[in-house]
C-alpha cells in the first residue's frame, strides 16, 4: 500500500512521520468503510520516524455533523499502532490518524531509564525544564499552576532526586497526554465511513409471492392474505419479509407456465414483465389490493417485528407507459435465448431493459428517484435492487447517494450473483447489502476458502453478504435430492456462517426441489404461477428454523459475519468454526456436511480464542438439544449422525463442576 501522508508539519518542513497499512480503509479512502450502529471500529496502522525518538498517536473521528473526538493509539509491537472508537448515530462518518514526535515522552523514557540504572540525570533536567515550559502554555488554569511548581522544582539543583521521580510519575504522564507537543506531527488523509442500522449486518429473511399467500386453490393471493401469514413468519423467526415485484404485469409476451411461449387465459405472467397500460413501477397489481392495503400490511408487519422489503427490477413490458414516454431508454431487441426440443432458439423476451448512459442518465435517475420516495412514503426501508450490474456503477453511486442523504435508514441491496470484482465494486458503489456465493460453496474447503475471504481479507471492510440457501429463480444441485438431514445443513449453515441470511419459501420449508433437469431451475416455478401452499404444515425444517433463529437473537456472536474463525479438524466431511462477540459470547458450530453417514473427528479447539488454558476444563452447552458436554483444552471428540441432527450449535460457558 502507499505511504498515507498528507498535512505534515514541522519546523524543518520534512516528513518526520510516516503512515503504512491504514486499517480499515476502501480503496485508499475513495469508498467509504462500513460499519453498523453499535460497532467498535479498530483502527491499526503502521507509523514510524526516524533513530529511537518516541511517538504518541490519537485518532480523530466525527460524523457529519458533529465536532472532532478523539482517542488514543497505542503501540501493538513492530511498528504496528492501534486504537478503537465506538459509533452509535447512523449516517456518514470520517475519521484520521494524527501522529507526532513526542519529545516530552522520549525525554521521560530516558529519565525512568537512567534512574532504574542509578545514574545522574543532571545533563537531563535543562532539556526536561524547556519541555516543561512549553507544556505550561497549552495548560488549564489548575494544571498550569501545578506545572509552574513543577518548573521551579527542576530549577532547583539540590532537588535532583524529587525532578526525576516527579518525571516518571503517573502525574507528569497525565499531563502529557492532556498537553502534547505535537509540533511535529503527522496527518493522515480523512477516511469515509459509513454507519447504517443494525438490520443491515443481522436479518432472517424470507421470500413469498404475495399472489400465493391464499387458502384457496387457483384465487390471487392479497396482501391481507399475507397479513394472516405475518404470525407463522415471525413465530419462525424471520424479521425481513421479501416480495418480488408487486406490480401490474404486461399482457404482450406474457409467459406461460414454466416461461413457455405456450399461454393459457387463467396464467398469470410472471412479474418480472412490470408495466402495463394502467401503470408501472409506481403502481400495485390491483388484485393483491391497493396502495393502502399495503401501507396497512406494512404497519401490521411492523407489528409482528417484521419489515417489508421489495425488488427493484429495471424490467419493462411492452406495455410499460415509460416505452411510449421514453421510447430512446430502451433496446428494442427484446429477444432471448431458450433451449426446445434440444435445440437452442431465440424467442420474443417479456421485458425490455433499460438503456442508461450520459444521454438520458438525468431523467432516468430522478424518474427513479421519484419512485423511490414513493416507496418510502409506503414505509419501504429496505430495496433490493434486481441485476443492478447491467448499468453504470457511477449510476448507482448518484443515486443512492441523492436517496440516502436525505433517508440514512435506507438499505440498498444489490440482488446479483455476477463475477466477483463488479460484486465488489457494486459494494462500493452504494449497495449496503450483497448477495454471495453461498449457494455454490459445498465442500468443506470451499466453505473455509470463502468465508476466510469475506472475513478476513479486505472485503470484510465494505461488503456485507446475505447467504441464501435457495431463491425463486436458483434452485441450487444441493437442495434436489429432498433429502430432509441435507436442506438442515444447508440452512444451519447459511443462518449461523453469515449474520444476514434468508430462504425462498415455504418453497425451502417444505422440501420442494423438483428442477428442470441439469438445471438449477424450478420446475413448476412459481415465478410463472400461483401456488396454493398448506400454510399450516409442520416439519422437522420449521421447528429447527424457529429454534435457531431464536438462539440468533440471544447469542450476539452469530449476529456477525465477519468473526467467523475456521477450526481445524481432519475429517473433511465435518466443518467446525467459531464465533466470538465484544462481550465475551462465544460459540462453536461443528457440522457433518455428509448428510447420509455418520462423521466423527477430533476437533481441535483454539483455546486461546475462548480465553482458555490447554488443560482448563470448560463447558460446551448444545443450545439446540441443551445437552452440555465438559470438555478440555484444545483436542475434543465429535460425533455427528445426520439422520438424527448433524450440527451442533455450542456455547463455550465457564465449567463449575460436575455435569449430573
Not at 443491515?200 to 396482501?223: C, I, N, Q, V
Not at 448499468?391 to 444489490?414: C, G, M, R, S
Request: with cysteine; charged share 25%; aromatic share 14%.
Amino acid at each position: 500500500m502507499d505511504n498515507q501522508i498528507v498535512n505534515i508539519s514541522s519546523n524543518l518542513n520534512h516528513n518526520l512521520v510516516i503512515f503504512e497499512n491504514i486499517t480499515p480503509e476502501n480503496g485508499h479512502g475513495e469508498y467509504a468503510v462500513k460499519a453498523v450502529s453499535g460497532d467498535t471500529i479498530i483502527i491499526q496502522a503502521d507509523i514510524l520516524t526516524h533513530g529511537n525518538s518516541g511517538l504518541a498517536a490519537r485518532i480523530f473521528y466525527k460524523n457529519k455533523e458533529g465536532n472532532w473526538q478523539k482517542t488514543y493509539m497505542k503501540p501493538a509491537g513492530n511498528d504496528r499502532w492501534e486504537g478503537q472508537f465506538q459509533v452509535q448515530e447512523t449516517g456518514k462518518y470520517v475519521y484520521k490518524i494524527v501522529a507526532w514526535v513526542d519529545l516530552i515522552a522520549t525525554w521521560q523514557t530516558e529519565v525512568t531509564r537512567r534512574l532504574q540504572k542509578y545514574l545522574p540525570i543532571a545533563d537531563l533536567i535543562p532539556e526536561g525544564l524547556k519541555l516543561l515550559e512549553q507544556m505550561s502554555k497549552l495548560a488549564s488554569k489548575d494544571d498550569k499552576a501545578l506545572i509552574k511548581e513543577a518548573v521551579r522544582l527542576f530549577k532547583d539543583k539540590n532537588r535532583e532526586d524529587e525532578a526525576g521521580q516527579l518525571a516518571g510519575s503517573f502525574r507528569f504522564t497525565e499531563w502529557l497526554n492532556r498537553y502534547p507537543d505535537n509540533r511535529l506531527s503527522g496527518e493522515t488523509a480523512e477516511f469515509p465511513l459509513l454507519v447504517y442500522r443494525k438490520k443491515l449486518e443481522f436479518s432472517s429473511w424470507y421470500t413469498m409471492f404475495p399472489r400465493s399467500a391464499s387458502d384457496d386453490f387457483g384465487k390471487h393471493g392479497t396482501f391481507e392474505d399475507v397479513i394472516k401469514r405475518l404470525p407463522r413468519i415471525a413465530g419462525l423467526g424471520f424479521d425481513v419479509l421479501h416480495f418480488l415485484p408487486i406490480h401490474l404485469i404486461g399482457f404482450q409476451n406474457k409467459k406461460g407456465k414454466n416461461g413457455g411461449q405456450k399461454v393459457e387465459e387463467t396464467d398469470p405472467g410472471s412479474p418480472f414483465s412490470i408495466g402495463n397500460f394502467n401503470g408501472g413501477h409506481e403502481a400495485i397489481h390491483p388484485e393483491l389490493g391497493n396502495i393502502d392495503d399495503f401501507k396497512n400490511l406494512v404497519l401490521e408487519a411492523e407489528k409482528h417485528g417484521v419489515e417489508i422489503a421489495l425488488d427493484l427490477a429495471l424490467q419493462f413490458s411492452a406495455d410499460h407507459p415509460w416505452m411510449a414516454q421514453y421510447p430512446d431508454w430502451f433496446d428494442k431487441n427484446g429477444s432471448e435465448q431458450i433451449f426446445s426440443s434440444g435445440q437452442l432458439i431465440s424467442v420474443q423476451s417479456d421485458f425490455y431493459n433499460i438503456r442508461i448512459d450520459e444521454n438520458n442518465e438525468e431523467a432516468v435517475t430522478q424518474a427513479l428517484e421519484q419512485i423511490i420516495r414513493l416507496w418510502i412514503s409506503w414505509g419501504i426501508r429496505i430495496i433490493r435492487v434486481v441485476q443492478p450490474e447491467r448499468h453504470p456503477f457511477y449510476f448507482w453511486q448518484k443515486l443512492i447517494k441523492n436517496v440516502t442523504d436525505e433517508y440514512p435508514e435506507l438499505i440498498f441491496y444489490a440482488g446479483t450473483f455476477t463475477r466477483p470484482k463488479v460484486m465488489n465494486a457494486l459494494s462500493k458503489s452504494g449497495f449496503a447489502l450483497s448477495d454471495s456465493y453461498f449457494m455454490w460453496r459445498n465442500s468443506k474447503y470451499e466453505i473455509e476458502q470463502y468465508i476466510n475471504e469475506l472475513a478476513h481479507s479486505t472485503q470484510k471492510d465494505f461488503y456485507k453478504p446475505i447467504f441464501w440457501t435457495n431463491t425463486p429463480d436458483i434452485n441450487p444441485f444441493n437442495l434436489q435430492s429432498g433429502h430432509e438431514p441435507q436442506q438442515l445443513i444447508r440452512f444451519f449453515l447459511a443462518a449461523t456462517l453469515s449474520g444476514s441470511y434468508g430462504i425462498y419459501g415455504p418453497v425451502f420449508e417444505q422440501l420442494i426441489y423438483e428442477s428442470f433437469p441439469g438445471k438449477e431451475e424450478y420446475w413448476n416455478s412459481e415465478k410463472f404461477e400461483i401456488k396454493r401452499w398448506d400454510w399450516e404444515k409442520d416439519t422437522k425444517v420449521n421447528y429447527l428454523i424457529r429454534l435457531i433463529n431464536e438462539i440468533r437473537k440471544e447469542n450476539p456472536a452469530l449476529q456477525k459475519t465477519n468473526n467467523v474463525h475456521t477450526c481445524f479438524l481432519e475429517n473433511d466431511q465435518i466443518l467446525a468454526f467459531l464465533k466470538n462477540d465484544f462481550a465475551g459470547n462465544k460459540i462453536l458450530c461443528v457440522v457433518n456436511l455428509d448428510s447420509y453417514h455418520r462423521q466423527s473427528g477430533m476437533l481441535q479447539v483454539p483455546v486461546h480464542m475462548i480465553n482458555k488454558n490447554h488443560d482448563e476444563k470448560f463447558i460446551a452447552h448444545d443450545l439446540i438439544t441443551d445437552a452440555r458436554y465438559e470438555w478440555i483444552g484444545e483436542w475434543n471428540y465429535v460425533e455427528l449422525d445426520p439422520h438424527i441432527l448433524p450440527f451442533h450449535l455450542l456455547r463455550i460457558e465457564d465449567y463449575h463442576g460436575e455435569i449430573y
